[in-house]
């Protein structure tokens, strides 16, 4: 059986897959027509459920559950790792709702929670890819930005000043781990395809994390930031056990994010069951 899987080129999700592409695990008699784009577009493309299997922003998946379910592995949440409100220059909370934003995406997470805690005006928001946003900063086309992804370990060697950090906020308030993207299958597919597929991306986290040399060659052709350095810290902050497997502590605080999300107004109702 042939599925559509499509996840973004950053180093966490090449981790991860690295084992079904160049299979180097049991497939269990599947094939995956592979395509790989910044989260954001594939946030965009499942409106139209072009993939059978997608990397999501988990405010994405509030807009097509729908049509989409959670996979219990390869998601990415946890602690001290969410997105970070970076400027060149000094700005205090109370003037974020009022000064120019980038974003990552409408669809990101990122977004989410910049909305869940400040709301800030709409004409105040400006999308770009998030490899963009530091330049965008630095030439002042905006007053600050979000990062994620690598540049979230770059900012500084830009001279640019972390503001905030979302995910520090998210945990301070709820202490949970925080919920960023997740691995989303077509909710219409059967129980036996859903399980088995969570168990094969399970199969190849597990593969990464006893064979981390096996992988390198595909993460750098894929990456945005070439550094080794950056690469490593990166895969450590953002594959961790809620990659694995969700468990209660990562289902309890997806639950808390869309929660938290449909008390702000920031996000649709999620279509129960979120999980397979």
């Not at 459920?49 to 990415?76: C, H, M, P, R, W």
């Not at 946890?78 to 205090?92: D, E, H, T």
């Not at 989410?112 to 400040?118: C, D």
């Not at 938290?260 to 999620?270: I, M, Q, T």
């Amino acid at each position: 059986m042939v599925l559509n899987l499509g996840f973004s080129p950053c180093p966490n999700d090449t981790y991860i897959f690295d084992a079904i592409v160049n299979k180097r695990i049991d497939l269990k008699g599947y094939s995956f027509d592979v395509q790989t784009a910044d989260v954001e577009i594939l946030n965009k493309n499942s409106f139209e459920q072009i993939l059978d299997i997608t990397k999501l922003s988990f405010n994405a998946f509030a807009y097509v559950s729908e049509n989409y379910q959670i996979l219990n592995s390869g998601a990415a949440l946890g602690f001290a790792n969410g997105p970070l409100l970076v400027s060149k220059r000094k700005i205090y909370p109370d003037e974020v709702p009022y000064i120019k934003i980038a974003i990552p995406g409408k669809y990101t997470t990122a977004n989410m929670l910049l909305n869940i805690f400040w709301q800030p005006q709409k004409n105040n928001v400006h999308e770009y890819l998030f490899s963009d946003i530091e330049d965008a900063i630095q030439s002042n086309e905006v007053d600050a930005g979000l990062v994620i992804h690598e540049t979230r370990f770059t900012y500084k060697k830009r001279g640019l000043l972390k503001i905030a950090d979302l995910g520090e906020m998210w945990e301070k308030e709820n202490n949970l781990p925080l919920p960023l993207g997740a691995i989303a299958i077509k909710r219409n597919l059967s129980q036996n395809i859903k399980n088995d597929i969570s168990q094969i991306i399970r199969d190849s986290i597990e593969f990464a994390n006893k064979n981390p040399e096996a992988s390198k060659q595909y993460i750098k052709q894929s990456a945005q930031e070439t550094s080794e350095e950056v690469t490593k810290q990166h895969i450590n902050l953002y594959v961790n056990k809620y990659s694995v497997d969700l468990g209660n502590d990562g289902k309890s605080a997806i639950n808390q994010f869309y929660k938290l999300g449909n008390s702000k107004n920031v996000c649709p109702k999620v279509v129960e069951p979120i999980f397979i």
